[in-house]
């Protein structure tokens, strides 16, 4: 047991941790644009306020649908580095889950055309669990 251990100092580097960065990184970088999205989302009370987002959001649905292929093809953790990960990131990411999802659910009951706008280009937002390498950014 001793060599053991004389052979693993004696080769630094041997032995590490992967390094999963990138992947932390990425999901803190979607996190930021999913708080954005719920900002521009609570601007919108009416028709012109839907219009005027509309831009807006198809970008930043842009943005997260690159981060989220971006996710797909850095190192990733396993399903228990995975949540880990998610864990520590969680106090910052529930409270914006939360708006999130709360604007989107008062835009699904508003009944102008506009809204409906809104909804087509955020599905590509919905369907991200995770992303398939496929999704394209919304047409503007």
């Known amino acids: 047991m001793k060599t053991a251990i004389v052979i693993l100092c004696a080769v630094p580097g041997l032995v590490q941790a992967a390094d999963f960065s990138d992947y932390e990184n ?3 970088e979607s996190i930021g644009i999913r708080a ?3 900002d521009v989302l609570e601007g919108v009370s009416d028709k012109a306020g839907a219009k005027a987002a509309l831009p807006r959001v198809r970008e ?8 989220a292929a971006k996710i797909l093809g850095v ?6 580095g995975k949540m880990a990960i998610e864990r520590g990131l969680k106090d910052e990411f529930a409270p914006i889950r939360t708006k999130l999802a709360a ?3 008062r835009l699904a009951t508003a009944n102008f055309y506009e809204v409906d706008e809104l ?3 955020l599905e590509p937002v919905a369907a991200i669990a995770p992303a ?3 999704l394209q950014p919304p047409a503007a």
Do not use: T
């Open 103 to 105: 604007n989107i659910l």
């Open 36 to 38: 954005e999205l719920a």
């Open 26 to 28: 990425l999901l803190k």
């Open 132 to 134: 398939p390498p496929q």
């Open 119 to 121: 909804r087509q280009a």
């Open 75 to 80: 190192p990733q953790p396993d399903e228990a």
């Open 60 to 67: 930043i649905v842009g943005q997260y649908v690159e981060v």
